[in-house]
């Protein structure tokens, strides 16, 4: 039996080594076909992006959670003793953390085409772990065609990993 059904909604997680679950990685969609014997049967169709292939692995079911327990979820939840002043806290971070927060200068430090995402992630906290090639090379990815030629955004995203593989075969 298949782990997925055709509709279902499934949510990507990243698998190492698997840039496509890197870049998806939370984007939710719906599973639109399944194409036996490959490597990635599950086509999910995402808003506003289109259609890509995925492994099992690579996918799981969808179920929103309420901000409360999505933090429980991320924290794994309260250690046994914690106190229930302690708990009223995370309880507390939880809701107030779902509320809109004044971004400031939304035009230098936080540009739309930086905070696109459907996840709600801001790019530069995927590239601010990583070096200075890797960070373009997600950038340009990031918001290719949405602040001007797509094409463009790609031969320089393409460029930066290019210096990339340079790097990593002149330290081997």
């Given at each position: 039996?298949?782990k997925?059904?055709?509709?279902?909604?499934?949510?990507v997680?990243v698998?190492?080594?698997?840039l496509?679950?890197?870049l998806?990685?939370?984007?939710?969609?719906?599973l639109?076909?399944?194409?036996?014997?490959?490597?990635?049967?599950?086509e999910?169709?995402?808003e506003?992006?289109?259609?890509?292939?995925?492994?099992?692995?690579e996918l799981?079911?969808?179920?929103p959670?309420?901000?409360?327990?999505?933090?429980?979820?991320?924290?794994k939840?309260?250690?046994?003793?914690?106190?229930?002043?302690?708990?009223?806290?995370v309880m507390?971070?939880?809701?107030?953390?779902?509320?809109?927060?004044d971004?400031?200068?939304?035009?230098?430090?936080h540009?739309?085409?930086?905070?696109?995402?459907?996840?709600?992630v801001?790019?530069?906290?995927?590239?601010?772990h990583?070096?200075?090639?890797?960070?373009?090379?997600?950038k340009?990815?990031?918001?290719?065609?949405?602040?001007?030629?797509?094409?463009?955004?790609?031969?320089?995203?393409?460029?930066?990993?290019?210096?990339?593989?340079?790097?990593?075969k002149?330290?081997?």
């Open positions: 039996m298949e997925f059904q055709i509709g279902d909604r499934v949510r997680h698998v190492n080594g698997q496509a679950t890197f998806y990685n939370q984007r939710v969609g719906e639109t076909n399944i194409y036996e014997g490959g490597p990635y049967p599950y999910v169709q995402f506003k992006v289109g259609r890509l292939c995925f492994a099992a692995d799981e079911h969808y179920k959670l309420t901000p409360g327990r999505r933090l429980l979820n991320e924290t939840g309260l250690a046994y003793g914690v106190n229930a002043q302690e708990a009223q806290k507390k971070a939880a809701f107030t953390s779902a509320q809109k927060v971004r400031g200068n939304t035009a230098v430090e540009p739309s085409h930086y905070t696109s995402h459907p996840s709600g801001e790019c530069i906290e995927i590239t601010k990583m070096n200075f090639a890797l960070g373009n090379a997600i340009y990815l990031w918001r290719a065609g949405l602040k001007g030629d797509a094409i463009q955004d790609l031969e320089k995203a393409r460029q930066y990993i290019d210096i990339e593989i340079q790097r990593l002149e330290t081997a």
